[in-house]
């Protein structure tokens, strides 16, 4: 089966701890996102990633970071600079190969709970 | 105090009726929107897009309309089923050239299929 996997589902973490959020695809997706979502809203974009070894602050990058070593995997760490880290993260690849649409695939998503 | 965009619009329709979800976007030079359809705790999932160089664009029992002239996006679902009830975003694409493309998403609207 091809697609976007997060793990884990939820998580929990205290306040003032780094956690790490598994995003993976085999896709062949060279562009990858992330996205935070709080209830009753949309979509906000934290950081994207169009080829490996390259990324970019989207809207709300601080107290973020990723990582993008492998064309498969865009890892986001959402470090105890975040000052309201609890939301639903989802990440998401495209193709940029020309003549595609811009749709992204999005992961199942991970709830991340810090008390 | 309540928090600005915890409670989404809603349409509620009869199942059997014929749904109409709207979306205002914000950039004129947009040239490609998406609709998603958001169920509880999961990933969006894409539903139909449209570029902008067109007016209409039919699927399997959704059509989505577009009107530049007003900026204005709309999604219309036939013979509403209960499987339908979800939250829907509409997305606007902005290029800044090459690969470099971003999806801006709007706060979304909840629709309850009243069986």
């Known amino acids: 089966d091809g697609g976007i996997t997060q793990s884990p589902k939820y998580l929990f973490r205290k306040e003032g701890q780094n956690v790490t959020l598994s995003c993976e695809q085999n896709?062949?997706?060279?562009?990858m996102y992330w996205y935070r979502q709080d209830p009753g809203q949309g979509l906000r974009l934290i950081y994207y990633?169009?080829?490996?070894?390259?990324?970019q602050k989207g809207d709300i990058a601080e107290g973020y970071s990723v990582s993008r070593e492998k064309k498969e995997s865009f890892p986001l760490t959402v470090t105890s600079a975040q000052k309201n880290p609890t939301a639903f993260y989802l990440c998401?690849?495209?193709?940029?190969?020309?003549?595609?649409?811009?749709?992204?695939?999005f992961g199942p998503g991970t709830r991340l709970t810090v008390t | 105090g309540e928090s600005v965009g915890l409670h989404l619009p809603t349409l509620s329709v009869q199942e059997g009726d014929n749904s109409i979800i709207n979306c205002a976007y914000s950039?004129?030079?947009?040239?490609?929107f998406i609709w998603y359809k958001q169920e509880s705790g999961k990933g969006p999932q894409f539903i139909i897009d449209?570029?902008?160089?067109?007016d209409k664009r039919q699927g399997q029992r959704v059509t989505v309309l577009l009107n530049k002239t007003v900026k204005h996006l709309s999604l219309q679902i036939a013979a509403t089923q209960p499987g339908d009830s979800a939250v829907y975003f509409c997305?606007?694409?902005?290029?800044?050239?090459?690969?470099?493309?971003?999806?801006?998403f709007g706060t979304g609207t909840l629709l309850a299929v009243q069986p």
């Open positions: 998401a690849s495209r193709s940029v190969a020309g003549g595609h649409s811009y749709e992204q695939y």
């Open positions: 896709l062949n997706h060279d562009a």
């Open positions: 990633s169009q080829i490996v070894n390259d990324f």
């Open positions: 950039n004129s030079a947009s040239d490609y």
């Open positions: 449209i570029r902008s160089n067109m």
């Open positions: 997305a606007e694409n902005i290029g800044y050239g090459g690969a470099t493309n971003k999806l801006i």
